[in-house]
């Protein structure tokens, strides 16, 4: 109301200043009135409620209708009258409710108004007055028209925020999996090594500290993980990379899974995402290591070209599954995706002699 006041104070002042009297619509071609006290009353009824024209678009076009109906009657023709088709653009564009029954109505108090100006002498023809009414037509069909263009891209929007949202979500349980998979699996082989070796206090005591450690990194990498999903978190928290690679075999390897890591190249710089991918997949590829193959060989190898990183690692397939919890398939299937985005290629594979390996190749964007 506050940004549509000012069009209509400017309407009624115009249209009241002397050079513009008359010179307004002539529906009727019936000669103009001069005005008196009843013109600022019809001039202030035709143009003042734009004020409501978007906050309450039925009533403002009712009043300003009336007050235009009197100002074709009473001759005053005054410059208000262009706040009817104004007042029919934005009926078009935000009425809600009621629609055809506004136009049927608006449409049916047409005529008794062309009835009474050709009692008082009009000299229209029909011609005219269809062309004004089609006129009329044209202003609520263009306010219809940006009504439904603005309906359009409420639901573009939608759309985009909901595909934001399925997205948002997917990174974050995939990132979720990546964290809590591998910390899990590797406390639960640790612990069901240690119910063993309750004959061996000492090795009993290695057993549960090393549970401990790997709680206490879980918990870590989770407080990680919640600061990078914080919108106001600190650009400046690191992600894992190929770097953190070698502390990542340790750690599996404190689990009792016998593993053997070999790196060649140097890495690119910059590597953008390419590193992290790269971590990720090693890390899910030592987790399904521990679950479906404790005990196996496994071998991680990683070379840095100058514009990928290729990444393997598999395993002979001749341990057990003491580590198994059960998979949902998440983590091969968001690996994939992960890679894909990248214009990478990704392969998970089991061998003729049980073993699985997983084969990554990721592009690090760097200039050739």
């Known amino acids: 109301m506050v940004r549509d006041f000012p069009l209509a104070l400017l309407l009624t002042v115009v249209s009241l200043l002397p050079g513009f009297h008359g010179d307004g619509t002539q529906l009727g071609d019936l000669p103009a009135r001069p005005y008196d006290a009843l013109a600022v ?3 202030a009824l035709e143009s003042l409620p734009l004020t409501v024209r978007r906050r309450w678009p039925a009533a403002g076009l009712v009043l300003v209708s009336l007050g ?12 208000a009258g262009i706040a009817l088709p104004i007042a029919l653009m934005s009926a078009g564009a935000h009425l809600e409710r009621h629609r055809r029954v506004t136009v049927v109505l608006l ?27 089609l006129a009329l037509v044209l ?47 590797a406390m639960v082989v640790q612990a069901e090594a240690a119910r063993y070796l309750t004959a061996a206090p000492e090795r009993l005591d290695t057993a549960l500290s090393a549970v401990t450690d790997t709680g206490r990194r879980a918990i870590s990498d989770l407080r990680h993980l919640l600061d990078l999903l914080n919108p106001d978190h600190d650009t400046d928290v690191s992600t894992p990379s190929t770097g953190d690679l070698r502390t990542l075999v340790e750690q599996t390897r404190s689990a009792g899974q016998p593993v053997e890591f070999a790196e060649e190249g140097t890495p690119a710089e910059p590597a953008g995402s390419a590193e992290f991918v790269a971590y990720r997949v090693v890390q899910e590829a030592l987790t399904n290591a521990l679950k479906y193959a404790h005990g196996s060989r496994t071998g991680v190898r990683v070379r ?5 990183i290729s990444v393997e690692i598999g395993n002979d397939g001749s341990g057990s599954r003491t580590g198994s919890l059960g998979g949902s398939g998440r983590g091969l299937a968001g690996l994939r995706e992960r890679v894909e985005a990248l214009d990478g290629e990704f392969s998970a594979d089991r061998q003729a002699d049980g073993g699985f390996v997983v084969r990554a190749r990721i592009p690090t964007g760097s200039p050739s």
Request: hydrophobic fraction near 50%; avoid cysteine; charged fraction near 25%.
């Open 41 to 43: 009353l019809v001039v």
């Open 68 to 79: 235009f109906a009197l100002d074709q009657l009473f001759t005053y023709h005054a410059v």
């Open 107 to 133: 449409s049916a108090a047409y005529l008794p108004l062309v009835v009474a100006l050709d009692r008082l002498g009009s000299n229209e023809g029909p011609a005219d007055l269809a062309l004004f009414y």
């Open 139 to 185: 202003a609520w069909a263009v306010g219809a028209w940006l009504r439904s263009t603005r309906a359009a891209e409420a639901e573009r929007r939608r759309h985009i925020a909901e595909a934001t949202r399925a997205a948002e979500r997917t990174r974050i349980a995939s990132e979720l999996h990546d964290v809590v998979t591998h910390h899990v699996t």
């Open 304 to 308: 840095h070209g100058r514009k990928e």
